[in-house]
């Protein structure tokens, strides 16, 4: 079985452009979230969706949006990219139940010069 | 404001001692905990998690829960140098909602 895919692993944006990460989950996981973790911290959430719909956002500015489609797969894309967006950007892929195991992707590292 | 602290360490411990990982969090009605392995430049990998009070073994790992005190801990038995690696907490109201991680503590396993 495939786990959880993430592309591009690497990216590099200047200041001011917009960026759009995928993420496939594990096949049969209808939900799928997404983390930013800047270096020396843990992950922060980001945004939340199951079957399609947004069910939770984190703390982060209106440049941050996503959505699912049909067959479950994620984008996240940021616009107006700051120095600050520099991170590791993780999708996590969960099934549903009353604990949800979260498995991680290996992560898109976006650097922005 | 929902919080996981760990000690940001480094845990530096010899090859075949028992290393100890804590965890405190702030939020009373969290549920679920995980405990994940972070190796440098990749991302998170589940090792356990835990919902109910008292130990759970798995292997060379063992999760401890106390909720009175708010409480998680990871021992790790007979530790390797592959076990070097920062190890995340996290933390989950109820199934499906998100996870509060810690910041997460760096373990050095010296051979």
């Known amino acids: 079985d495939a786990g959880v895919t993430q592309s591009p692993t690497h990216l590099i944006k200047t200041r001011g452009q917009h960026v759009t990460l995928r993420c496939s989950p594990i096949?049969?996981?209808?939900?799928v979230s997404w983390y930013q973790q800047v270096l020396g911290q843990g992950p922060q959430f980001i945004f939340q969706?199951?079957?399609?719909?947004?069910?939770g956002r984190g703390n982060f500015p209106d440049r941050f949006s996503a959505r699912q489609f049909p067959n479950y797969s994620s984008e996240l894309n940021v616009n107006a990219l700051l120095l600050g967006d520099s991170a590791l950007y993780l999708c996590?892929?969960?099934?549903?139940?009353?604990?949800?195991?979260?498995?991680f992707g290996q992560g898109t590292r976006l650097t922005v010069v | 404001q929902k919080e996981v602290e760990q000690n940001s360490g480094p845990l530096s411990v010899p090859e075949g001692a028992i290393a100890s990982l804590n965890c405190t969090y702030s939020?009373?009605?969290?549920?679920?905990f995980f405990w994940y392995r972070q190796y440098s430049g990749k991302s998170p990998e589940l090792i356990m998690f835990?919902?109910?009070?008292g130990d759970k073994e798995d292997g060379r790992f063992t999760a401890q829960l106390n909720k009175a005190s708010q409480y998680v801990s990871l021992l790790i038995r007979d530790s390797q140098p592959s076990d070097s690696a920062t190890y995340l907490c996290?933390?989950?109201?109820?199934?499906?909602?998100?996870?509060?991680f810690g910041k997460g503590t760096r373990l050095s396993v010296i051979a």
């Open positions: 096949s049969g996981h209808k939900s």
């Open positions: 939020d009373r009605g969290s549920q679920s």
């Open positions: 996290a933390v989950q109201n109820s199934g499906n909602t998100p996870l509060v």
């Open positions: 996590a892929s969960t099934d549903i139940g009353a604990v949800t195991e979260a498995f």
């Open positions: 835990i919902y109910s009070n």
């Open positions: 969706y199951y079957e399609k719909e947004e069910r």
